[in-house]
């Protein structure tokens, strides 16, 4: 059993950064993959970005590609989000997942996921 805590949500104009932190508890978190899922209002959950359990391997959705950068900590069961050059269109619930391999599909039917923390940019 994986729970998921996201952290570090907030309002922010656009261009600017932050940082989203996802702390897990549970003695199995370094042998998952870990992502971000993004859902706007009105919008379908969408994929952000993914690590494998290693952080060796990571894939991002084409909209955040060169903006965000995702990284793990796994002795601090903790895994981040860096998000820069934030655009209004970024503006969504951002959730922590946990799935089996680091990619866009697994991440879609993931096996934990948190509450979310909100982001808002404007413009």
């Known amino acids: 059993q994986v729970r998921l805590v996201e952290s570090g949500g907030g309002l922010v104009q656009a261009g600017g950064s932050l940082i989203l932190s996802c702390a897990a508890s549970?003695?199995?978190?370094?042998?998952?993959?870990m992502g971000w899922l993004r859902q706007a209002p009105g919008k379908e959950r969408e994929f952000v970005a993914a690590?494998?359990?290693?952080?060796?391997?990571?894939d991002y959705a084409d909209s955040v590609k060169g903006r965000f950068i995702i990284s793990r900590d796994n002795a601090k069961n903790t895994v981040y989000l860096q998000m820069n050059s934030l655009e209004p269109e970024d503006t969504a619930v951002y959730y922590c997942?946990?799935?089996?391999?680091?990619?866009?599909?697994?991440?879609?039917?993931?096996?934990?996921w948190g509450q979310g923390t909100q982001v808002t940019v404007s413009s």
């Open positions: 549970g003695r199995t978190f370094a042998s998952y993959a």
């Open positions: 997942a946990a799935a089996g391999r680091a990619t866009a599909r697994a991440m879609s039917v993931p096996d934990y």
């Open positions: 690590i494998s359990w290693s952080g060796i391997t990571t």
